[in-house]
């Protein structure tokens, strides 16, 4: 029965592998739509004059900011993606040892702690990579290219 999570092991690891790595051809189509996003939340920002710090700047010197912060938030968000993959590796691979050496309830349990770490690290990234631009002002969600 082990051998069933070793296969589910390789499978994921082989399948979440493809995926992270296929995903980044995409960057000429991302480039130009954040740079769209970019130049419709400078005119909203003319537009509105929420906050006075962004609406001081010069179009050069927000656009530059604001499409720098954007690619920082995306190298975060990649870093963070591969983070997590990390941690759902070395939990998986804990749990086959656990099941091979103590059991099934040990099993259980290292899955859970690992889910409780992911869910940790998960939470401190997401606030780290939002926190430069917060600090600012800037609405990350209206620079986010999905």
Same mark, same amino acid.
């Given at each position: 029965?082990?051998?069933?999570?070793?296969?589910? !092991?390789?499978? =994921? &690891?082989?399948? @979440?592998?493809?995926? $992270?790595?296929?995903?980044?051809? *995409?960057?000429?189509?991302?480039? /130009?739509?954040?740079?769209?996003?970019?130049?419709?939340?400078?005119?909203?920002?003319?537009?509105?004059?929420?906050?006075?710090?962004l609406a001081a700047m010069?179009?050069?010197? !927000?656009?530059? =900011? &604001?499409?720098? @912060?954007?690619?920082? $938030?995306?190298?975060?968000?990649? *870093?963070?993606?591969?983070?997590? /993959?990390?941690?759902?590796?070395?939990?998986?691979?804990?749990?086959?040892?656990?099941?091979?050496?103590?059991?099934?309830?040990?099993?259980?349990?290292?899955?859970?702690?690992?889910?409780?770490?992911?869910?940790?690290?998960?939470?401190?990234?997401?606030?780290r990579m939002r926190a430069?631009?917060?600090?600012?002002?800037?609405?990350?969600?209206?620079?986010?290219?999905?």
């Amino acid at each position: 029965m082990a051998w069933l999570i070793e296969l589910a !092991l390789v499978l =994921l &690891l082989i399948g @979440g592998g493809w995926s $992270l790595l296929n995903r980044g051809g *995409k960057t000429g189509g991302r480039d /130009a739509l954040t740079m769209r996003r970019v130049d419709a939340y400078i005119e909203t920002i003319r537009r509105e004059r929420r906050n006075p710090d962004l609406a001081a700047m010069s179009d050069t010197e !927000l656009r530059d =900011l &604001l499409h720098s @912060g954007a690619h920082n $938030l995306r190298m975060a968000e990649q *870093k963070k993606t591969w983070t997590l /993959a990390g941690v759902a590796g070395v939990t998986l691979l804990a749990a086959v040892v656990m099941v091979n050496q103590q059991g099934w309830m040990a099993c259980a349990i290292t899955a859970v702690i690992g889910v409780i770490a992911g869910y940790g690290v998960n939470e401190y990234l997401t606030r780290r990579m939002r926190a430069p631009l917060e600090r600012r002002g800037v609405d990350i969600d209206r620079l986010r290219v999905e």
